[in-house]
């Protein structure tokens, strides 16, 4: 999520799931269906696998509170927290930070979120940050939340023109590239889509394993992903990047 989400799937949920609810989707949602029949994973794919990573920071819907949960086996300790609100004209409005002591197995309660604006007819962004001692980012979540979950102000969200670093290696029979993805404009970059296609105007590679999708950019910020695929589903094309998002200016760039 990375954005307005329902509560995040746990392990145990997950494991209860039946091929066809994860495969075949009742609807368009972000939370419905994790992958398709042509092994193409769909947002809620990269929302469950960012709720079950190993320290979470998350956001309780229910009443804005801001939790840390640690799945590893060693308290952790150290760490600073940090949230803050952005209108949908990407002002900050809010922010709060504290540091943070979790038992393993555990999770604890932050602090609260406070909206000081009144965002009744339109969105705002709140973006969570969890550091470790080195000020390495070890969590992040993304929300974005509207009065009654209406979130048509959205489609007011002005285009953004990425600027994009590609690094390419080979692994035996596999490309790995590693994609960096900056947003150098005053604006959200939101709900990022890359993938890469067979040949300029081919089909998407299937399966392909990306370190995250469906995201979001900050104004000054950038976001580096990795992508990797076995080569032979090429079929003698050349890889091209497909960049794509809710305002996102479309780009296609060779890989090779």
Known sequence: MDVTVPPRCSISFLASLRLNFVSFPAWPSVIWQLYDWYLRPHAGYYFVKKANEPIHIQLNLDDLSVAVINHHFESQKGLLATATVYTLDLKEVWEDKASVEVDSGSSCEVFQVEIPVDFSDTVCFLDLQLKDNKEN?????FYWLAKNNDFAAIKKLLGVNLDVNITAKEKEKKRIYRIRLANATDTLAFFV???????????????????????????????????????????????????????ISPKLIKLD
């Open 193 to 247: 889509n890359p993938s890469v296609r067979k040949g300029r105007e081919g089909q998407e590679i299937l399966p392909s394993f990306w370190s995250d999708n469906y995201f979001s950019i900050l104004p000054g910020k950038a976001r580096d992903v990795t992508v990797e695929f076995e080569g032979v589903h090429l079929e003698g094309e050349k890889p091209y990047l497909k960049l794509e998002g809710w305002n």
């Open 137 to 141: 980012c070890i969590s992040e979540n």
